[in-house]
Antibody, heavy 124, light 107 residues
Framework: EVQLVESGGDLVQPGGSLRLSCAAS????????MHWVRQAPGKGLEFVSV????????YYARSVRGRFTVSRDNSKSTLYLQMDSLGIEDRAVYYC?????????????????WGQGTTVTVSS | DIQMTQSPSSLSASVGDRVTITCRAS??????LNWYKQKVGKAPKLLIY???SSHIGVPSRFSGSGSGTDFTLTISSLEPDDFATYYC?????????FGGGTKVEIK
């Protein structure tokens, strides 16, 4: 079964750091572009970051650029999101997602497999 | 960055109704527009990619159209499971972006 399982969400103080993980199974992880998308409470979906299958190309939302870093370990079939300088505006459910088709930096066809989400709360 | 505007933000409809949701991009995005359905507390599900291609397993009552800046998602005959929030997403260029969502409620 194709599956993504996020972990690492927690309560953190403003200015703090957190690392999210997304464990993939049931498919050849190293051949897919991967996404992070978040959703603040009661709000819509927001693109966070996308990373190519080899990890060499990354893009970020303007709101997280310079504070968040996406990476992947293809030997462990795991995607990561390092989040630094967290603010109240980063409070959200964070989803990882798999690109619909394989190949390079292939984000063009959307996200067809999603994790269940992990919750990040930023509060003092 | 490309801005995506969905309309309406919410609508009320009955089972069996035909429903149309619109998404407009702030610049030409060719055909790189995707549609998702999301229920409360659940992850989104891909319905349509590249404007008009149906994802595997998506019921035929869902269809998409458009190119350039204007796109439409149509549900031909609303079923009970279709009451949810729908999002468009442009994947023409990074940073990728979503529309604000359209909540389809029961009339």
């Amino acid at each position: 079964e194709v599956q993504l399982v996020e972990s690492g969400g927690d309560l953190v103080q403003p200015g703090g750091s957190l690392r999210l993980s997304c464990a993939a199974s049931g498919f050849t992880f190293s051949t897919y572009t991967m996404h992070w998308v978040r959703q603040a409470p009661g709000k819509g979906l927001e693109f966070v970051s996308v990373i190519s299958n080899d990890g060499l190309t990354t893009y970020y939302a303007r709101s997280v650029r310079g504070r968040f870093t996406v990476s992947r370990d293809n030997s462990k079939s795991t995607l990561y999101l390092q989040m630094d300088s967290l603010g109240i505006e980063d409070r959200a459910v964070y989803y990882c997602g798999r690109a619909t088709f394989t190949g390079g930096m292939n984000y063009y066809f959307g996200v067809d497999v999603w994790g269940q989400g992990t919750t990040v709360t930023v509060s003092s | 960055d490309i801005q995506m505007t969905q309309s309406p933000s919410s609508l009320s409809a009955s089972v069996g109704d035909r429903v149309t949701i619109t998404c407009r991009a702030s610049q030409n995005i060719n055909k790189y527009l995707n549609w998702y359905k999301q229920k409360v507390g659940k992850a989104p599900k891909l319905l349509i990619y590249t404007a008009s291609s149906s994802h595997i397993g998506v019921p035929s009552r869902f269809s998409g159209s458009g190119s350039g800046t204007d796109f439409t998602l149509t549900i031909s005959s609303l079923e009970p499971d279709d009451f949810a929030t729908y999002y468009c997403q442009q994947t023409y260029s990074a940073p990728l972006s979503f529309g604000g969502g359209t909540k389809v409620e029961i009339k």
